[in-house]
């Protein structure tokens, strides 16, 4: 057998408990999508007495996504602290129950403050689990796959898109208009209701585990995560495991408290406005702007009735099947090509949906052409976005931190995407009362100018573990696994299983791994580490 059939592999065990945390993701997706929904159902304007083409009613609608970013910017920097301190699980349940908690408040809403603060409290219970589920996803992933396993994220935000648009679309036809609008945002419940139930079955984090002296814990996990019937004695974990504790004590000297400690270390501050900055980027496209006033865009293309419903519901299921083509072809093209190619393509659709709504728009718009082509370029441009954006911006910023900062890197990346999308939504009801389908050209223009900066100065990380990809941002790296060459992949391979004669068969029985041999695998890591030097 050679070292290569060891390397760690996602079991279905490790892709269950991927997919199971990613109802953590349809939390984000259907919360942040049912806005657009929500708006365009006539009796939530009758309910709270407003009128959607007014200048209030374009504040309100404004307010409605704004504070719900707003409040996800703040979401992102509560969660590290917390993620870190308790775990990842205990921090994925506290998040479940404030998202509970927060849609419940929307669905009783009996005054339009009362909706704005259970918009608001969602969005900052979005804000934590969109940093807390990529963060929990990678650390639970092998190096090979990774692209695939952490892409579960983005592909169920985009398909809770589509269920929040299918939701939309069928509830447009309930008769009683005191039911329509609430039980659309009641069915927020539903997802972190049974992410709570069920987290209790979901192991630790690994990765945090080890961080926080609970080795023998975490390296039971990791061979539960990665068992491999060609690999009886585990080597693949067990490589993880001391891939993991070597760069933790490396890194040791370089932890910082805090976010803002973290910019005085340069390969830190890199990572920073690297996650950052990309987050802010694939917002900058508008892809959330055109999903959350694509039923406004299209009324004001002449489309009304439940049509404009029914292409969002089909608009953002077609986005769930580009993204799962997403997660499947990360791996193996890598993820600057893919999110740079991508977001080049969604912006020269920007510009002819522009072009389109600026020639054919205005509601005594009868040219049925011209409306078909528009929407024929908003599905295109969202192909684009899902086939490369989504999933890969994600995967990347999860995976370029290293673990002791890892929740406060995403959290501080992520926050870049909820900033972006506090600004855009709060302008664009407004906006489009006012300015119209110029509005389109700011994202056009910011767009265009950030997407040269990631061609030509962020890092590829296909194919790296974890610990590796601090090589790329200038750090030491305590054991390189990936450039090894076979011997001494098979000879250090060889080390591990006589220094740990825990077999699988032993496992799968219970067995449990003893604390000195917990110890006698970071040795081996000492003796590879001095091989490489």
């Given at each position: 057998m050679t070292a290569s059939d060891h390397r760690a592999k996602a079991t279905r065990y490790n892709f269950a408990v991927a997919f199971y945390v990613a109802l953590g993701s349809f939390t984000y997706g259907f919360n942040s999508a049912i806005i657009g929904s929500v708006i365009g159902m006539p009796s939530f304007y009758a309910y709270f007495d407003f009128v959607a083409t007014s200048s209030y009613g374009g504040s309100i609608i404004g307010a409605c996504n704004g504070l719900y970013a707003g409040a996800g910017v703040l979401g992102c920097w509560a969660v590290f602290w917390f993620a870190d301190k308790f775990g990842r699980k205990v921090a994925i349940q506290v998040i479940a129950a404030i998202c509970i908690v927060s849609a419940a408040i929307q669905a009783g809403s009996v005054h339009i403050a009362m909706f704005l603060v259970g918009r608001f409290l969602n969005g900052f219970g979005v804000g934590m689990i969109n940093c807390a589920i990529p963060t929990y996803i990678s650390e639970i992933s092998p190096a090979a796959q990774r692209g695939l396993v952490v892409g579960s994220h983005g592909f169920i935000i985009c398909c809770s898109y589509g269920a929040a648009g299918w939701a939309g679309f069928g509830i447009y036809y309930e008769d009683n208009p005191a039911i329509q609008w609430r039980l659309l945002v009641a069915l927020q419940i539903v997802?972190?209701?049974?992410?709570?139930?069920?987290?209790?079955?979901?192991?630790?984090?690994?990765?945090?585990?080890?961080?926080?002296?609970?080795?023998?814990?975490?390296?039971?996990?990791?061979?539960?995560?990665?068992?491999?019937?060609?690999?009886?004695?585990?080597?693949?974990a067990r490589e993880e495991f001391v891939q993991i504790q070597r760069q933790l004590f490396l890194e040791r000297s370089n932890r910082v408290p805090g976010l803002f400690k973290m910019f005085t270390i340069p390969s830190y501050r890199k990572?920073?406005?690297?996650?950052?900055?990309?987050?802010?980027?694939?917002?900058?496209?508008?892809?959330?702007?055109?999903?959350?006033?694509?039923?406004?865009?299209?009324?004001?293309?002449?489309?009304?009735?439940?049509?404009?419903?029914?292409?969002?519901?089909?608009?953002?299921?077609?986005?769930?099947?580009?993204?799962?083509?997403?997660?499947?072809?990360?791996?193996?093209?890598?993820?600057?090509?893919?999110?740079?190619t991508a977001v080049i393509?969604?912006?020269?659709?920007?510009?002819?949906?522009?072009?389109?709504?600026a020639h054919y728009g205005g509601p005594s718009n009868t040219n049925k052409a011209g409306s078909g082509a528009a929407v024929a370029f908003i599905f295109l441009f969202v192909t684009c976005y899902g086939l490369g954006v989504d999933v890969t911006s994600y995967v990347y910023c999860a995976e370029i931190f290293p673990t002791h900062m890892r929740t406060r890197g995403v959290g501080f990346s992520v926050s870049g995407?909820?900033?972006?999308?506090?600004?855009?939504?709060?302008?664009?009801?407004?906006?489009?009362?006012?300015?119209?389908?110029?509005?389109?050209?700011?994202?056009?223009?910011?767009?265009?100018l950030m997407v040269p900066w990631v061609i030509l100065y962020f890092p590829e990380t296909k194919g790296l573990s974890l610990e590796e990809i601090g090589v790329l941002f200038g750090d030491e790296v305590a054991l390189d696994l990936t450039h090894l060459s076979e011997e001494e992949r098979a000879e250090f391979d060889r080390s591990i299983a006589d220094h740990l004669p825990v077999g699988y068969n032993e496992l799968e029985k219970g067995g449990s791994v003893k604390n000195e041999n917990v110890q006698q695998i970071d040795d081996v890591g000492d003796e590879a580490e001095n091989k490489q030097k």
């Amino acid at each position: 057998m050679t070292a290569s059939d060891h390397r760690a592999k996602a079991t279905r065990y490790n892709f269950a408990v991927a997919f199971y945390v990613a109802l953590g993701s349809f939390t984000y997706g259907f919360n942040s999508a049912i806005i657009g929904s929500v708006i365009g159902m006539p009796s939530f304007y009758a309910y709270f007495d407003f009128v959607a083409t007014s200048s209030y009613g374009g504040s309100i609608i404004g307010a409605c996504n704004g504070l719900y970013a707003g409040a996800g910017v703040l979401g992102c920097w509560a969660v590290f602290w917390f993620a870190d301190k308790f775990g990842r699980k205990v921090a994925i349940q506290v998040i479940a129950a404030i998202c509970i908690v927060s849609a419940a408040i929307q669905a009783g809403s009996v005054h339009i403050a009362m909706f704005l603060v259970g918009r608001f409290l969602n969005g900052f219970g979005v804000g934590m689990i969109n940093c807390a589920i990529p963060t929990y996803i990678s650390e639970i992933s092998p190096a090979a796959q990774r692209g695939l396993v952490v892409g579960s994220h983005g592909f169920i935000i985009c398909c809770s898109y589509g269920a929040a648009g299918w939701a939309g679309f069928g509830i447009y036809y309930e008769d009683n208009p005191a039911i329509q609008w609430r039980l659309l945002v009641a069915l927020q419940i539903v997802a972190p209701l049974l992410l709570l139930l069920g987290s209790p079955l979901i192991p630790e984090s690994p990765r945090w585990l080890i961080e926080n002296g609970r080795s023998q814990e975490g390296l039971d996990i990791l061979v539960r995560l990665h068992k491999n019937k060609h690999d009886v004695h585990d080597i693949g974990a067990r490589e993880e495991f001391v891939q993991i504790q070597r760069q933790l004590f490396l890194e040791r000297s370089n932890r910082v408290p805090g976010l803002f400690k973290m910019f005085t270390i340069p390969s830190y501050r890199k990572r920073l406005f690297y996650g950052f900055f990309l987050q802010a980027m694939c917002q900058s496209t508008g892809v959330l702007v055109i999903s959350n006033y694509m039923v406004t865009t299209l009324n004001n293309l002449g489309l009304s009735g439940s049509t404009p419903l029914l292409i969002l519901a089909v608009y953002n299921s077609w986005a769930a099947i580009l993204n799962y083509i997403n997660a499947l072809i990360l791996d193996r093209f890598g993820r600057i090509r893919i999110v740079t190619t991508a977001v080049i393509g969604a912006i020269i659709c920007v510009c002819i949906v522009t072009a389109l709504v600026a020639h054919y728009g205005g509601p005594s718009n009868t040219n049925k052409a011209g409306s078909g082509a528009a929407v024929a370029f908003i599905f295109l441009f969202v192909t684009c976005y899902g086939l490369g954006v989504d999933v890969t911006s994600y995967v990347y910023c999860a995976e370029i931190f290293p673990t002791h900062m890892r929740t406060r890197g995403v959290g501080f990346s992520v926050s870049g995407l909820f900033l972006m999308t506090t600004v855009y939504t709060t302008a664009a009801g407004p906006a489009f009362n006012n300015i119209g389908w110029k509005f389109y050209l700011v994202f056009i223009i910011v767009t265009s100018l950030m997407v040269p900066w990631v061609i030509l100065y962020f890092p590829e990380t296909k194919g790296l573990s974890l610990e590796e990809i601090g090589v790329l941002f200038g750090d030491e790296v305590a054991l390189d696994l990936t450039h090894l060459s076979e011997e001494e992949r098979a000879e250090f391979d060889r080390s591990i299983a006589d220094h740990l004669p825990v077999g699988y068969n032993e496992l799968e029985k219970g067995g449990s791994v003893k604390n000195e041999n917990v110890q006698q695998i970071d040795d081996v890591g000492d003796e590879a580490e001095n091989k490489q030097k």
